[in-house]
């Protein structure tokens, strides 16, 4: 089984969208693959020598709003199986209570949290960098997933940890 990292965050930061930008061939999108189910979406990353497994969630029920998603049972679920953990956040709205209340849950985690600021596309980083330390979760990564900016950083960021 290859290491899993999790995308969470609340609707509309950019997971999906940081997904498809990570699975963007074909050959990455597993549809089978052994011992994983079929609720949420998976797909492989080749990044250099490191490879792992990339989980999307919240795109099943995406009418289901900011904490009530965080808490369905499969983004527990992707945590649960999760190595590494990419929280997004959107850099264009700001900080937000459900942001505040996702990263008290993931601050309990036991598992390596990466504080991902996404949409930094046309915004200063350093104009919201105080906002988002605020969540006690580390030196955020800023990345812009819809043009696939901070995107090899990130990765290579977390590559000691799988
Ligand atoms: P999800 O609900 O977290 O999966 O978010 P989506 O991936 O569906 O993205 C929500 C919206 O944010 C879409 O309109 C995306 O086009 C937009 N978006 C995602 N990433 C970026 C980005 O890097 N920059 C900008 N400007 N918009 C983005
Ligand atoms: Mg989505």
């Known amino acids: 089984m290859l290491p899993v990292i999790a995308l969470v965050g609340r609707p509309n930061v950019g997971k999906s969208t940081l997904f498809n930008y990570l699975t963007r061939t074909r050959e990455a999108l597993v549809a089978d693959y052994p011992g994983l189910t079929r609720d949420r979406q998976y797909g492989r990353i080749k990044h250099g020598d490191m490879a792992c497994l990339v989980v999307d969630t919240g795109g099943i029920a995406d009418d289901a709003e900011g904490i009530d998603s965080f808490s369905r049972k499969q983004v527990q679920v992707a945590l649960e199986e999760a190595d590494v953990v990419f929280f997004l956040v959107d850099a264009r709205e700001g900080l937000s ?50 043009h696939g900016r901070g995107v090899p950083d990130l990765l290579g960021g977390i590559r000691h940890l799988l």
């Open 97 to 146: 209570a459900s942001d505040e209340v996702i990263a008290g849950s993931l601050r309990k985690l036991g598992k390596p949290v990466v504080l991902v600021v996404n949409k930094i596309d046309g915004i200063d980083a350093n104009t919201v960098a105080a906002d988002f330390h605020a969540l006690a979760l580390g030196d955020p990564v800023y990345i812009a997933a819809a």
